[in-house]
């Protein structure tokens, strides 16, 4: 969609959200440099299973939510959880958003929203935001070419392909009641609050669809690595009162940048 002024944007506020519903989002962009370096992605199995010439196993992240994007939108925490327990089957694991039968590389086996805390992912800010994660099955039959990239930790960018349910516009402005109320709701949990600031509006996204996540050389949200599995789905009785994840570790011993 072209790009408009605030101006433009307040006085089309409805044609703006109409328009932005009715189109499919792909979350890319040309280049981001990470907060955190290049990201975390290390070698791992999955919910038990074991890796093999021909299948491996990964967590990827499609988005992390309260981050604003080259979209100028802000995915608020839970955006994906309606789409997610109607039609988690139908999610798909591709490459470059392209909606081919040759573009599958994996099969989920889990898509689901997980808290995680703004510091693990390497941003200096306090409280937590939420991430989408989806642990796969790679398969070499499917694209060898890209089974062969995770399994070199060469793919560390991953985007959703989305399509906007519900969104509001968010201003810094007192004169425009409505939408400085939804900025106020929300600037303060946004990770990089400073863009937000430098723009003077975003769209607050509650709800979207999701149809599939892809590997991509960069999107437009750029907190979502490949990581390794077992780190977010072990969790048993005696760990819940700890930290899930011990992204300290992973830091220290994966030499990010």
């Known amino acids: 969609m072209e790009q408009l002024s605030l101006k433009e944007i307040l006085a089309n506020k409805s044609e703006v959200i109409r328009l932005k519903k009715a189109q499919v989002k792909f979350t890319d962009a040309l280049k981001y440099s ?16 074991s890796d093999t010439n021909d299948i491996i196993y990964r967590t990827v992240v499609g988005n ?20 997610i327990n109607e039609n988690e089957k139908s999610i798909l694991h591709l490459h470059d958003h392209l909606y081919r039968l040759t573009a599958k590389v994996g099969s ?23 991430a989408l994660l989806m642990d796969t099955a790679i398969k070499k039959g499917l694209n060898n070419q890209i089974f062969e990239m995770y399994k070199d930790n060469e793919i560390n960018q991953h985007s959703v392909g989305m399509s906007y349910v519900k969104l509001a516009l968010a201003v810094n402005d007192q004169k425009e009641k409505e939408e400085f109320n939804t900025w106020n709701k929300y600037i303060n949990l946004i990770g990089n609050q400073d863009k937000a600031l430098s723009k003077g509006y975003f769209w607050a996204v509650t709800e979207a669809k999701l149809f599939e996540i892809s590997a991509v050389i960069a999107g437009s949200n750029e907190l979502t690595p490949t990581l390794q599995p077992k780190l977010f789905i072990e969790e048993t009785v005696a760990e819940k009162s700890q930290p899930a994840i011990d992204y300290k570790f992973l830091i220290n011993n994966f030499k990010l940048k």
Do not use: C, R
């Open 34 to 49: 990470l907060p955190h370096g290049e990201g975390i992605t290390v070698k791992a199995d999955a919910n038990g299973n």
């Open 108 to 130: 989920p086996q889990k898509v689901y929203e997980k808290e995680i805390n703004w510091t693990d992912l390497g941003v200096a800010k306090a409280g937590f935001t939420t």
């Open 64 to 83: 992390t939510y309260l981050w604003m994007d080259s979209h100028d939108d802000v995915h608020i925490n839970g955006i994906f959880t309606k789409s």
